[in-house]
């Protein structure tokens, strides 16, 4: 089977040019995008249980256990069911909400890179981030109280 080229970014950061727009998100966007959705990766969009969890070392345990026993080769024919229906040649971008650089360290995490990175480790293929990139504690904006 060809490679699947992939990258992440958020719903709000997306642009066509960057490529077909895949939701993973178990809720649909409740804001009008001025795009259409290219498909539903279901099987690795997390679970209603998963979101509940709000650390990120115990979801991230749950979100691998939940790729692992969905299985690589099933979620390939998802996405290249996905971009064979787009009949796109770009990456199949996997959408979400959360935007990094609205996210403080150590928040700045959520399944999209954790996909990201699972399917790295399990292809060998990079998946870039096209939205902004999180902040560091450095370049973090003050808080009222850091003022």
Known sequence: M?????ATCTYQEFAPHMGTPVR??????RFSLPYQLA????????T???LKINAEDAYEFSYRRLLNGNGLENIRREL???AAASGSDGPLVLLCFDRFDKL??????CHRR??????????????????????????????LFEL
């Not at 993973?24 to 966007?29: C, E, I, R, V």
């Not at 403080?104 to 995490?109: G, I, L, Q, S, V």
């Open 24 to 29: 993973t998100t178990a809720g649909h966007p």
């Open 48 to 50: 209603r249980e998963l």
């Open 114 to 143: 954790m996909a990201a990175t699972w399917w790295t480790e399990q292809t060998g293929e990079e998946v870039p981030e096209l939205g902004a990139k999180p902040m560091t504690a450095a370049k973090a904006p003050p808080t």
């Open 2 to 6: 060809d490679a699947i080229r992939l």
């Open 39 to 46: 498909g539903h990766a279901r099987l690795i969009t997390p």
């Open 80 to 82: 290249a069911t996905i």
């Open 104 to 109: 403080r360290p150590p928040n700045a995490w």
